[in-house]
């Protein structure tokens, strides 16, 4: 009797240190695998995030530059109609416009610094006409002579002519931001250029309509 107490005993021993053994195993096992996904799940996705949120290519560069340059010129021909245009529909146009893309000229700036390419030199106040020709080769971009005879002309022939230019400047415009939306990258640039696409959109219409087209 006293050898199979032993032996019960024995065995107790044997299946409980086991046990635990399997409990140490398991805690072992669930501990490390929750940590390395807390790991992933903390890091990944964030690191992700980021990566995405600052994403860009080629084509979201060269819109930046552009469309800047491209404002630019469409700000300077708004400036004119102040003290030029005779109709008071055509001044406020033009406020408008300067008001729409003058903050989007420093919105691309600020995009372009941020990725370290550098902003067009604005060289319209200092050598004017020289940022036109420069820029010619963008959509609806008015060459130096355009300019020059637009800040010569007044009264109703200047409203005709700021007319029928902002309205192929425009076009240009809704072109370069159909080709960002075609390749671009980046994702507040999309949404710049879904914007001028439906804010210049609606103003050609209302500009062929004010100059009896439409």
């Known amino acids: 009797m006293a050898a199979h107490r032993r032996l019960i005993r024995r065995t107790a021993i044997a299946v ?12 072992s096992s669930d501990g490390g695998g929750h940590d390395m996904g807390s790991m992933n799940s903390d890091s990944s996705p964030s690191a992700t995030a980021s990566a995405k949120a600052g994403a860009h290519n080629d084509q979201d560069v060269s819109f ?11 700000v300077s021909m708004a ?51 020289m940022d ?24 109703t022939e200047f409203d005709k002519m700021f007319l029928e230019m902002m309205v192929e400047h425009h076009e240009g415009a809704v072109e370069m931001a159909k080709m960002q939306k075609a390749d671009g990258k980046y994702g507040p640039a999309t949404k710049l250029a879904d914007d001028v696409i439906t804010a210049q959109t609606a103003e050609i219409k209302e500009m062929n309509k004010m100059l009896g087209k439409s």
């Open 132 to 155: 036109h020709d420069m820029s010619s080769s963008m959509p609806g971009m008015m060459s130096s002579d355009d300019m020059d005879k637009l800040e010569k002309a007044s009264g």
């Open 16 to 27: 409980t240190a086991g046990a635990a053994a399997l409990v140490l195993a398991a805690c």
């Open 64 to 74: 930046a530059k552009e469309m800047i340059q491209h404002h630019r010129q469409a």
């Open 79 to 129: 400036d004119l109609a102040a003290d030029r245009a005779s109709s008071q529909d055509v001044k406020d146009l033009a406020t408008k416009i300067k008001g729409a893309q003058d903050p989007e000229i420093k919105t691309m700036s600020g995009w372009l610094t941020s990725w370290g390419e550098e902003v067009p030199e604005d060289m319209s106040s200092s050598m004017p006409g």
